[in-house]
């Protein structure tokens, strides 16, 4: 867990703006278009440095493909009080049993929304399971959740563990999430907390990578 904090805390705003790094990409595995293989051939000969692959709910892809490029990771559903959140683990260990419980039985609670939506992951025992198995908790996109107070629940996060915040992300492109933030609500935030991680990705969904 340390190391992959650290692994992330070098990786700069720059290098996710020159697409060096994306962390954040889905593919067929999920809900996205694209070929979980195909898609890190295609980073390799973009030059892209690191990805992680991010689908919904499953670590399916990353057991039957890993590359020195690609970071595991897996995008949870969650209920968090009222807010419906996504959180995003990375580089944990697939094989791990604690989180086992928290992955989908089925490809429907990869793909589905409205499924996804009755998620029962209690967040506090899945960053616990994250943690567990040598990885860490982001939450993503957080400019698009219904609080009140984005800050008040990032800091209600992070007293139950949570490593990260998604800090670069193409929020005009994200039409399917309504926005309640800034992107610059976020950022704040993230410079408040210098010991939260600040990732990015561009939750790419397409079948060539990248956009
Ligand atoms: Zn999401
Ligand atoms: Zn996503």
Redesign the pocket.
Request: proline share 3%; hydrophobic share 40%; glycine share 8%.
């Given at each position: 867990m340390k190391n992959i904090k650290d692994l992330l805390k070098k990786i700069t705003k720059d290098d996710y703006q020159n697409k060096l790094v994306n962390l954040h990409i889905h593919t067929a595995y999920s809900d996205g278009e694209g070929d979980f293989k195909q898609i890190i051939d295609a980073a390799k000969e973009q030059g892209y440095k690191l990805i992680a692959i991010t689908d919904h709910n499953t670590l399916e892809g990353h057991k039957v493909y890993q590359d020195d490029i690609l970071l595991t990771g897996a995008?949870f559903d969650c209920w968090y009080g009222y807010v419906f959140i996504?959180l995003l683990a990375y580089g944990v260990d697939i094989n791990n049993e604690k989180l086992q419980p928290f992955l989908a039985k089925t490809k429907k609670e990869t793909e589905g929304a409205l499924i996804r939506l009755f998620s029962k992951r209690n967040v506090k025992k899945l960053i616990e399971a994250i943690h567990d198995s040598g990885g860490i908790a982001v939450l993503?996109?957080p400019a698009c959740y219904w609080a009140l107070s984005l800050e008040g629940l990032v800091k209600s996060l992070m007293k139950i563990g949570l490593d990260g915040i998604e800090t670069y992300y193409p929020y005009p492109r994200f039409r399917r999430v309504v926005k309640f933030h800034s992107a610059n609500d976020v950022l704040k935030i993230a410079d408040k907390y210098p010991e939260l991680v600040k990732t990015g990705g561009d939750?790419f969904h397409g079948r060539v990578f990248p956009e």
């Amino acid at each position: 867990m340390k190391n992959i904090k650290d692994l992330l805390k070098k990786i700069t705003k720059d290098d996710y703006q020159n697409k060096l790094v994306n962390l954040h990409i889905h593919t067929a595995y999920s809900d996205g278009e694209g070929d979980f293989k195909q898609i890190i051939d295609a980073a390799k000969e973009q030059g892209y440095k690191l990805i992680a692959i991010t689908d919904h709910n499953t670590l399916e892809g990353h057991k039957v493909y890993q590359d020195d490029i690609l970071l595991t990771g897996a995008e949870f559903d969650c209920w968090y009080g009222y807010v419906f959140i996504h959180l995003l683990a990375y580089g944990v260990d697939i094989n791990n049993e604690k989180l086992q419980p928290f992955l989908a039985k089925t490809k429907k609670e990869t793909e589905g929304a409205l499924i996804r939506l009755f998620s029962k992951r209690n967040v506090k025992k899945l960053i616990e399971a994250i943690h567990d198995s040598g990885g860490i908790a982001v939450l993503a996109h957080p400019a698009c959740y219904w609080a009140l107070s984005l800050e008040g629940l990032v800091k209600s996060l992070m007293k139950i563990g949570l490593d990260g915040i998604e800090t670069y992300y193409p929020y005009p492109r994200f039409r399917r999430v309504v926005k309640f933030h800034s992107a610059n609500d976020v950022l704040k935030i993230a410079d408040k907390y210098p010991e939260l991680v600040k990732t990015g990705g561009d939750d790419f969904h397409g079948r060539v990578f990248p956009e």
